[in-house]
């Protein structure tokens, strides 16, 4: 069974500093893929990056980037330049090729402080 | 226009009784799904359809009916409503061409039980 942990509960950085949220995962699937999704106060989940295992290199979406170690099954995201409105629960998230059914983590919640 | 949306957002209901959240999306999408979040945050998948197909059931009660009219509409229909079922219910389409869990989320409908 594939399993996403996402080890800290609650979080919070300062505008401006840079933060790194943790997520591992475990699976013996070959071909699978990763996510961060945000789920802002407003309750509706966005996309914010996405990562292949095929793929060696890590996503970078504008200030956000994922560390993936495909080895370790970790894959952290990290926010650049924080901003007011990244406070946001943060949810990690896997799926394998072929499968319709996205497996979330317990998720992350951020605050960023002025 | 809203890409995915759901009615009611709010729904406060008495126990015993039967209720429907409806969904929608006009992205174009084959691939409908129900999630259910509950008090702690924490998201599951409850079904997927696939053009009106149902392709994942997990182990939801089965007072909980999902219903496909059409490959845009998938509504959710949930009978003798108990207080566990008090959630918040999210609706998300996905394009599967885009790769898998690219889901598009609706904006939740909050169902509380009394």
């Known amino acids: 069974a594939q399993t996403v942990t996402q080890s800290q509960p609650e979080m919070s950085v300062q505008e401006a500093e840079t933060v790194t949220l943790s997520c591992t995962y475990d699976t013996s699937e070959n071909n699978y893929y990763l996510f961060w999704y945000k789920q802002p106060p407003s309750r509706q989940m966005i996309l914010v990056i996405r990562q292949e295992a095929y793929k060696q290199q890590n996503a970078t979406e504008n200030r956000f980037s994922v560390n993936f170690q495909k080895a370790a099954k970790s894959f952290s995201l990290k926010i650049s330049d924080s901003q007011l409105g990244d406070t946001a629960m943060y949810f990690c998230?896997?799926?394998?090729?072929?499968?319709?059914?996205?497996?979330f983590g317990k998720g992350t919640k951020l605050t960023v402080n002025p | 226009d809203t890409a995915v949306s759901q009615t009611p957002k709010y729904l406060v209901t008495q126990m015993g009784n039967d209720k429907s959240i409806k969904c929608e999306q006009n992205l174009g999408h084959d691939t409908m799904y129900w999630y259910k979040q509950d008090s702690k945050k924490f998201l599951k998948i409850m079904f997927s359809?696939?053009?009106?197909?149902?392709?994942i059931n997990e182990t939801v009660p089965n007072r909980f009916s999902p219903k496909s009219p059409d490959k845009a509409h998938l509504n959710l229909h949930i009978n003798s409503l108990e207080l566990g079922d008090s959630a918040v219910y999210f609706c998300?389409?996905?394009?599967?061409?885009?790769?898998?869990?690219?889901?598009?989320f609706g904006e939740g409908s909050r169902l509380t039980v009394l």
């Open positions: 998300a389409s996905s394009p599967r061409t885009g790769g898998p869990g690219e889901l598009f």
């Open positions: 359809y696939n053009n009106k197909e149902l392709i």
């Open positions: 998230a896997f799926t394998f090729g072929g499968s319709e059914k996205l497996v």
